[in-house]
């Protein structure tokens, strides 16, 4: 007969013997780690908790109260130890403070087994570790990086848009207008009354990748234009289509049948460009146009009114931008961003994919006529001297920097202001050109009229680092003691904003040159000095050791040991072959292609930015070929290996080259997909315009969508996520913004940063928004794709807010 009074203290002590199993096997862990990370000079934190859990959970295996005592100690050490790396920062305690608080529940509750305790005191113990989690993690949703400061005041001076365009019931241009201030003058939605807001209307484009839309490589990131009675956009593949703005209805669609095979990094259309020809009468064909650019590398021109094409500009109502380029492989050169219209001159440049070879075509830009589809003219840096196409049986010069995102213009001033990016193949600078190292990474001010430079200001040196510049330079009339300048805010990936007189590139703050590393593959080509901006910058002190972070001590241990492993010497760090280095911020900014938004009457500069490093290796040309790095895209079939169409993935070809590169963006763990550093990953700033100041600063964007392994925890702890697209600010105080990866769509009060009002989308909501008004009612719209690089559902939903009649 079974004796269940003996039987019971066998279960509890094999429980005991569990607990103690788990403990020893993770102080191993800890302990093994924590050596190594020891001998490399780092926290000895580990070591010690390790040798703490590896002697708790042997006493506890045989049955000693006292592994309760030892484990308890432990976990006291590591909440001091916490304390004394992270302050009362809520997100750096967490690998202190819950894993350990979670394992000291089971542990208590051994009490009653070992040491003759009663239930009551062990589960009541282990329900105040418990509770203590809650508490601190409502602390963490509720931490911000800064407080309100004083608000300024009204700038008078700077209420006016130098663009002739004009916003308020419409939306003209891809950044409001040419300036691209991101500003809008409707004041009908107010802090007041934005809890109202609710969906107008959804429109579904029609355009999704086949298959499952995970495996695609969608992030349409469109900002539809209103231009009168009309609202114009593109899908991701370039489907050109005009809505009903009131009511989303469909009046038009034209399809210019562009190939998959195009597809670069990601298929996007970042918007379209509106023209009305000047003295055309009003019904005549294409007197009112819209321009798009394809993936396939054309330019399209379809009437306003129609949608079908210009038969007048270049051929039934294409031009194609290859032309002179030579050699194009599919998906090596196309067009992302809608151009930059400036006196009649259609201003366009085009991405080039990055990271495949360093034979890669041209980075050209080219002016159209915005009638007939001529070519105007052609800036190929390294030949100043040609205004045109190249001469028979020659090309535009391969590899040279390219503008894959969206200038600016000024029409008073004939110049339209071009966000360079860097030469094809961004981390190896050795057969780089004189001209290509004057004009990468750099604002170039371009004479529409003649196609040349008339001055260049240039935000990093040989830039290394893809470093590009992603955003529009935003003009506005900057006030100072000697009165207002034209002048334009130009944000960096790198974090620094430069404030620049728009006529000359002069700055109007002091940009200081400060020493950098000289180390890496090519220290004699490293610049010896980089500009840091006395303005502003969104960038964070250099990382630490303690920066590292993760759920656990063994995620962060492992962190901190790559950390310790790696090169990294604070900002421009130069690219290693010998082992990882450490690119902070990383290549997503900083700002990038969202850019900012200006609130020309309060004097308050908007940006939301990223807030991760990478984690690289530059990889020798042999050891990539052992490892099966990627061909170069158009290369693939013919040498055997997988498509090198990541551009921004973990493993570029740079064929030409002595390296590969191996990228990790965000520096993420190979298992729980969890980032190194500890967050916030991402924020949004208020700028006093006028100084430099910050006036408050929030993380930015919920862990609802995020968790290890991918699986969304959605918790609606304000994490700071990674983000994508811009914002737009109102007249009635406001900010709405998407673009963080919890897919939802907010409106902040300008003057403290709170959240207002948000909507879940369908998608993710990575592109800026556009404000209108029809019929006297003002609309938010904003398109819901999704983006295969930011990790967030695809769509293809364009969804407008109104508040109720």
């Known amino acids: 007969m ?18 103690g199993a788990i403990l020893a096997i993770v102080g191993s862990v800890l302990a093994i780690g924590g050596a190594w990370l020891a001998l490399l000079g780092g926290s000895p934190y580990y070591l010690i908790a390790g040798i703490g859990l590896l002697a708790s959970g042997i006493l506890l295996v045989r049955g000693h109260v006292l592994g309760v005592w030892t484990y308890v100690a432990t976990w006291a050490l590591s909440i001091l130890w916490g304390l004394f790396e992270a302050g009362l920062d809520g997100w750096g305690l967490i690998p202190f403070a819950v894993g ?34 809650v508490i601190a993690g409502l602390a963490i949703s509720r931490v911000n990086r800064s407080d309100p400061g004083s608000f300024p005041g009204v700038i008078a001076s700077s209420v006016a848009d130098p663009s002739p365009m004009r916003v308020g019931t419409d939306w003209p241009a891809y950044g409001g207008t040419y300036a691209a201030q991101r500003y809008s003058p409707l004041g009908q939605i107010t802090p007041e009354n934005v809890g109202k807001l609710a969906r107008a209307w959804v429109y579904h484009t029609g355009d999704m990748p086949e298959g499952d839309p995970k495996d695609s490589k969608y992030g349409a990131e469109t900002t539809p234009l209103k231009v009168g009675d009309t609202l114009y956009l593109c899908s991701a593949t370039n489907i050109l289509i005009a809505l009903d703005p009131a009511t989303g209805k469909q009046r038009w669609r034209y399809d210019p049948q562009v190939s998959d095979d195009w597809i670069p990094y ?111 003219w052609a800036w190929d840096m390294v030949h100043p001297d040609r205004t045109g196409l190249p001469p028979d049986g020659q090309e535009y010069a391969r590899g040279t920097p390219n503008m894959w995102t969206i200038a600016s213009g000024d029409e008073a001033l004939g110049l339209g202001y071009l966000p360079m990016g860097n030469s094809a193949v961004d981390y190896w600078s050795g057969s780089r050109s004189p001209q290509e190292n004057a004009f990468s990474t750099s604002l170039v001010a371009l004479d529409v009229t003649t196609g040349k430079p008339r001055w260049r200001f240039q935000t990093v040196r040989r830039d290394v680092w893809d470093y590009d510049l992603g955003a ?77 972070w993760g759920m656990s001590p063994i995620d962060q241990m492992v962190c ?70 990627p061909a170069p895209r158009g290369e693939e079939t013919a040498r055997g290996g997988d498509m090198g169409d990541s551009g921004h993935g973990s493993q570029d070809p740079q064929a030409g080259t ?148």
């Open 658 to 805: 002595p390296y590969a590169i191996a990228v990790n963006p965000g520096w993420r763990l190979p298992l729980t997909g969890l980032l190194c550093k500890r967050p916030p990953y991402g924020g949004i700033r208020a700028i006093d315009m006028r100084t430099g100041r910050t006036i408050w600063d929030r993380p930015f964007g919920t862990a609802r969508r995020n968790g290890p392994w991918g699986i969304p925890s959605m918790l609606p702890v304000n994490i700071g996520t990674p983000n994508n697209g811009g914002a737009v600010v109102t007249a009635g105080g406001l900010i709405f913004i998407a673009a963080a990866t919890d897919n939802l769509v907010r409106a902040i009060d300008i003057r403290t940063g709170e959240t207002l009002w948000q909507d879940t989308l369908p998608a993710g909501g990575q592109a800026t928004p556009s404000v209108y008004e029809v019929n006297g009612k003002q609309y938010l719209v904003i398109m819901a794709g999704g983006h295969h690089f930011m990790e967030t559902p695809i769509g293809d939903a364009m969804i407008a807010y109104a508040l109720p009649d």
């Open 100 to 133: 350990p608080t979670i394992l000291l529940v089971p542990v208590l509750l051994t009490l009653p087994v070992l040491g003759g305790y009663r239930w009551r005191i062990s589960i009541g113990a282990s329900g105040l570790a418990l509770l203590s989690l």
């Open 266 to 376: 990601t298929a996007a259309c970042r918007g379209v460009a509106y023209y009305a020809a000047p003295n055309a009468s009003a019904d005549a064909e294409c007197a009112a146009r819209v321009i798009e650019g394809t993936l396939d590398g054309r330019l399209i021109a379809v009437d306003a009114r129609t949608g079908k094409p210009c038969s007048g500009f270049g051929t039934n109502g294409a031009v194609d931008i290859k032309r002179g380029m030579g050699a194009v492989e599919p998906g090596m050169v196309s067009i992302t961003s809608p151009p930059t219209i400036v006196r009649g001159v259609i201003v366009t440049g085009h991405q080039v994919l990055d990271g495949q070879k360093r034979s890669a075509p041209s980075g050209v830009i080219q002016g159209f006529d915005a009638i007939t589809g001529e070519l105007r």
């Open 472 to 548: 529009q330079a935003t003009l506005v009339d900057f006030p100072s003691a000697s009165g207002v300048v034209p002048a334009l805010i130009l944000p960096s990936k790198q974090g620094d904003m430069y404030v620049l007189d728009r006529r000359t590139g002069r700055p109007l703050f002091p940009v200081q040159e400060r020493a950098v590393p000289r180390t890496g593959v090519e220290p004699q080509l490293r610049s010896p000095t980089q500009p840091f901006s006395s303005y502003h910058t969104l960038a964070f002190p250099a990382l630490e050791e303690r920066d590292m």
């Open 2 to 19: 079974l004796d269940h009074a003996a039987a019971r203290p066998r279960v509890r002590s094999l429980y005991a013997a569990v607990v």
């Open 560 to 629: 901190r040991i790559q950390f310790k492993r790696a090169a990294y010497d604070g900002p421009y760090t130069p690219p290693t072959a010998d082992r990882r280095f450490v690119q902070y911020p990383g290549y997503n900014g900083g700002t990038d292609w969202g850019g900012i938004a200006v609130d020309p009457v309060r004097g308050v500069i908007v940006a939301n930015y990223n807030d991760m490093p990478n984690y690289n290796r530059l990889v020798p040309r042999a050891e990539a070929e052992r490892q099966g790095f």
